[in-house]
């Protein structure tokens, strides 16, 4: 899992988002509503595959963005992650607490855990 998240708030468009991807060498950025009291309602999650094929910058991301977003508990294990990314077909998980997004998984991080394992 990593952290600190990227995350935006809305209204955003696409060339605002693809930049902070670009510049932060991210795939994914999560789209949030924050409250006062700093808890956090995601409303979707933008993938540099949600982004292909959009060549207007100033298109709204919400026409882009992908709505359904998959969360896990920070203290789920790797294999229950794997498993949640499998049965969604999807590349990201976000992983949130007591209502703020404390971490995110991806796909590539279990890539990096099996070329750290020696076989």
């Given at each position: 899992m990593k952290n600190p998240v990227i995350t935006?708030?809305?209204p955003e468009?696409?060339?605002?988002?693809?930049?902070l991807m670009t510049q932060k060498g991210i795939h994914a950025i999560p789209l949030?509503?924050?409250?006062d009291n700093g808890r956090v309602t995601i409303r979707g999650i933008v993938t540099s595959d949600d982004l292909v094929g959009v060549y207007d910058d100033t298109?709204?991301?919400?026409q882009v963005m992908t709505q359904k977003?998959?969360?896990?508990?920070?203290?789920?294990n790797a294999q229950s992650a794997a498993?949640?990314?499998i049965r969604h077909n999807t590349h990201h998980l976000v992983a949130m607490e007591d209502g703020k997004i404390v971490?995110?998984?991806s796909s590539l991080d279990f890539v990096e855990l099996i070329a750290e394992q020696k076989i």
């Open positions: 935006c708030t809305l468009d696409v060339g605002n988002v693809r930049d949030v509503d924050v409250e298109v709204d991301i919400q977003v998959h969360v896990v508990n920070p203290q789920s498993k949640m990314m971490g995110m998984v």
